[in-house]
């Protein structure tokens, strides 16, 4: 039971990097295009609707995975449960 433990804790700590990964690079990006595009908006008007829109993706994602990621620690034992054991069952089939 403890290797069982281990191995859902492994996986879920992997997910965790991964979603925040996600998210930086997201914010990253999405400063990224705000700056390079900048100077294309025709007046200020056009600029603050794109910082606004932009400002948008960035909170409802960011949100998004900080729900999923607690629906995870919620369910982490049984999710991560049966993906190891499907992923352990499909390991003895190929041999």
């Given at each position: 039971m403890a290797e069982?433990?281990?191995?859902i804790e492994a996986m879920h700590?992997?997910?965790v990097r991964v979603a925040w990964a996600f998210v930086i690079g997201l914010w990253?990006?999405?400063i990224f295009v705000a700056l390079a595009?900048?100077?294309?908006?025709p007046n200020g008007g056009a600029r603050t609707l794109l910082l606004i829109g932009g400002a948008i993706v960035l909170v409802f994602n960011t949100a998004a995975i900080l729900a999923m990621l607690r629906h995870y620690r919620e369910d982490r034992d049984f999710m991560y449960g049966l993906?190891?054991?499907?992923l352990d069952e499909a390991r003895q089939r190929r041999g």
């Open positions: 069982l433990n281990q191995r700590k992997r997910d990253f990006a999405v595009t900048w100077n294309l908006a993906d190891i054991k499907f």
